[in-house]
């Protein structure tokens, strides 16, 4: 089944203990995205990755990271988390063809909250 | 900069009425694409359409229809004869073409009452 698996759903953790969320696709999709979902603000774009080893910043970067070493996988890297960090956290991937904009699939989620 | 509106944040409606979800967008770029996407309450984001900004023609698809126009940039989406499983909450997003990068609104939340 074509999917995008992120773990773990649900975290809860304390400002300052760095954590990592993984994300994976199985659709050999070039391009991985991580958003944030706030109420009232919609879903923001924090990075994404063209393709391998490549990754750049979207809107709201700040506090976070992330690496694409395989195709498969982008995981977000929060070092040092704050409580404003607080949020609904998704993952997306899809093609990457030169002109196009493609329909992303998005992971279930990860609900994360610092405290 | 790329801008995506929906002004409407709740909307309730009964069961099998028609109900409208307005999506208005700002972009520099000539083209672009435009896309729906559905949140039910179990929290997924499901795909609903996509349509590129060199075609203005409306879609249907059931009970879910698009009208684009570009002149009013804006990208609505009709769901006709509601059902309670249509309770979500609706993204409008936009994506400038060369790149995948997803600018979504704030979406809207639609409750259909049995």
């Known amino acids: 089944e074509a999917q995008v698996t992120q773990n773990p759903r649900y975290l809860i953790t304390v400002t300052g203990k760095k954590l990592t969320v993984t994300c994976s696709q199985n659709?050999?999709?070039?391009?991985m995205s991580w958003y944030r979902q706030d109420p009232g603000l919609g879903l923001r774009q924090i990075y994404y990755s063209m393709n391998v080893e490549v990754t750049d910043k979207g809107d709201v970067p700040e506090g976070y990271k992330v690496s694409r070493k395989e195709k498969r996988n982008f995981p977000l890297i929060l070092e040092s988390p704050s409580p404003n960090q607080t949020s609904l956290y998704f993952c997306?991937?899809?093609?990457?063809?030169?002109?196009?904009?493609?329909?992303?699939?998005f992971g279930p989620g990860t609900r994360l909250t610092v405290l | 900069a790329q801008k995506v509106t929906q002004a409407q944040t709740e909307i309730s409606v009964v069961e099998k009425e028609d109900v409208t979800l307005d999506c208005v967008y700002e972009t520099r770029d000539t083209t672009y694409y435009l896309f729906w996407y559905k949140q039910p309450p179990s929290g997924e984001l499901v795909f609903l359409i996509r349509r590129n900004s060199f075609d203005e023609q409306n879609e249907i698809s059931g009970r879910y229809s698009w009208n684009f126009q570009k002149s009013t940039s804006s990208f609505n989406f009709t769901i006709t004869a509601s059902q309670v499983v249509d309770s979500a909450v609706y993204f409008c997003?936009?994506?400038?073409?060369?790149?995948?990068?997803?600018?979504f609104g704030t979406g809207t939340r639609l409750t259909v009452i049995p």
């Open positions: 997003a936009l994506s400038p073409t060369g790149a995948n990068n997803l600018f």
């Open positions: 659709m050999n999709h070039e391009y």
């Open positions: 997306a991937s899809s093609l990457s063809i030169p002109g196009l904009a493609h329909e992303q699939f």
